[in-house]
């Protein structure tokens, strides 16, 4: 069974893992994207399971017939979760865990087993919370390349459950920034509301300076390439000059001896 759901006029698939312990970050932080972009209630589903249905050891209910409307709803979207996680992995990770009936005890298994226990988890939170507040723009980066790398740390965080608001996010990037940027973010924090600024915005803001900044760079190393060329226009003018006196004083000099 395939799962799908449109984004930007698209159908997109649900990531497929495909068993590499060097991968499983990288689905983790993709499978959360893609169910919290599909319904956040299935995301809920699967950290906070279903304890109040009674399911068999293949995650049926035994008696539907007696849920309420909230609990067919809530199976419902079990099923569409559990689905999804199961499409989404190899046969072979599926047999490991076969014995699971929920959605969340299969993602716990997958969780142990490819990210170690809740003390490693804690760990890599920590260390993620670490690279968050050192966090900062490199020279040769572009501010696309920045935010790319910025929503990489982020979306890692949320996965852990140790995420930040948008105006941590803000602040965080406006710090990150090299220093040839500090006019413009000193005339963001003049201009603008950082507690209600979204990210979203700071960048595209960002993004048009850049262009701004790139040019001026631009025009500086065509104007320095410029002048060493006019300063060997004006030495070889001063030498054509000066050869030229010369050749006038020669000439003169001839004049006079004929003369005499």
């Known amino acids: 069974m395939k799962f799908?759901?449109?984004?930007?006029?698209?159908?997109?698939?649900?990531?497929?893992?495909?068993?590499d312990p060097e991968e499983f970050s990288w689905w983790k932080t993709n499978m959360y994207s893609y169910i919290m972009g599909l319904d956040e209630e299935l995301?809920?589903?699967?950290?906070?399971?279903?304890?109040?249905?009674?399911?068999?050891?293949?995650?049926?209910?035994?008696?539907?017939?007696?849920?309420?409307?909230?609990?067919?709803?809530?199976?419902?979207?079990?099923?569409?979760?559990?689905?999804?996680?199961?499409?989404?992995?190899?046969?072979?990770?599926?047999?490991?865990?076969?014995?699971?009936?929920?959605?969340?005890?299969?993602?716990?298994s997958l969780y142990a087993n490819y990210e170690g226990s809740k003390k490693v988890r804690e760990a890599k939170a920590l260390m993620l919370v670490h690279q968050y507040e050192l966090f900062k723009m490199k020279d040769d980066e572009s501010i696309e390349e920045m935010y790319s790398r910025f929503q990489t740390l982020v979306s890692g965080l949320q996965i852990l459950k140790k995420s930040y608001v948008t105006s941590n996010h803000v602040?965080?990037?406006?710090?990150?920034?090299?220093?040839?940027w500090?006019?413009?973010?000193?005339?963001?924090?003049?201009?603008?509301?950082?507690?209600?600024?979204?990210?979203?915005?700071?960048?595209?803001?960002?993004?048009?300076?850049?262009?701004?900044l790139n040019e001026h760079e631009c025009y500086k190393k065509n104007k320095s390439i410029a002048l060493p060329s006019k300063g060997k226009s004006s030495k070889s003018s001063k030498a054509y000059k000066a050869s030229e006196s010369e050749e006038e004083s020669t000439d003169g000099g001839k004049s006079q001896e004929k003369i005499r």
């Open 171 to 180: 602040s965080k990037i406006l710090r990150s920034l090299p220093s040839r």
């Open 182 to 212: 500090r006019p413009k973010v000193t005339a963001i924090e003049e201009a603008k509301d950082l507690n209600t600024l979204s990210v979203e915005d700071l960048v595209s803001s960002l993004k048009v300076h850049e262009m701004s």
């Open 4 to 19: 799908l759901r449109w984004e930007n006029g698209v159908l997109q698939k649900a990531p497929k893992f495909n068993g």
């Open 43 to 108: 995301w809920d589903i699967l950290e906070d399971g279903v304890d109040d249905l009674d399911l068999d050891e293949e995650g049926a209910a035994i008696d539907r017939r007696i849920h309420t409307p909230a609990q067919k709803k809530l199976y419902k979207k079990h099923h569409k979760i559990r689905g999804i996680i199961v499409a989404s992995i190899p046969r072979t990770e599926y047999m490991k865990m076969s014995d699971k009936s929920t959605a969340k005890s299969m993602f716990a």
